[in-house]
């Protein structure tokens, strides 16, 4: 084990599955310290809590619903007073509602910009009131936010493609303290919520240039560099980790 993030703390809301569970462990295993989030499963967030913990790191895990603004900011603080510091978050947690434009209820809109949105934007300025020079924000956002390939996403795409730009945005006013701000765009990864068997899942695998889905690991080795001494000279970039689903 390389600790390249020894001594660091990192957050990560979503972390208690999918490629949100694959970053907190994979920073832990790079040095890291990591606190997570979830909404509902507390019982597998405190499995990778544990796990983290058998790698030697410390670990703590909150049930906070990211669609609530009070709750994500709360998280955050909470995390910074538990490790006595804050140096990565990761905004991983979100939710996608797709169909017909027409079908999207005024709560399906509402439900999806406050946690794929909103709650990005409340973490980002919670973990920069404890984030000194070397911070990272990392940002999840989607391939839907560069290619819609199929109908029915725009509700989803919408919000992933607002992390442009506050992603940029976080850049550009961060630069001068040393922070770095950066998003990730995942293409199909066999998750709980988009298994390779799925409904959909063969289209899904005819767009992208490799022919497959992708693992929760890939995305989580993209999150490490940026979150790493790689990642210092990187800000306000969006790369791609989707087999080519966008080329």
Known sequence: MTAVLEGKVAFVTGGSRGI???VALRLAEDGADVALTCQHGVERAAS?????KALGRRAWAVSADCADPAAVRDAVDRAAAEFGRL??????A???VLGPVEDLSPADVDRVLNVNVRAPFIASQAALRHMTEGGRIINIGSCMAERVAFSGG???ATSKTALTGLTKSLAREL???GITANLIHPGPIETDMNPSDGPG???QRGFTALGRYGQPSDVAATVAHLAGAGGRYITGAAIAVDGGFAA
């Open 87 to 92: 140096d990565i978050l990761v905004n991983n």
């Open 201 to 203: 899942a063969e289209t």
């Open 175 to 177: 630069g001068p303290r």
């Open 94 to 96: 979100g939710v996608g």
């Open 20 to 22: 949100g569970e694959a």
């Open 48 to 52: 990778v809590v544990d796990r983290i």
């Open 154 to 156: 725009s509700l989803y």
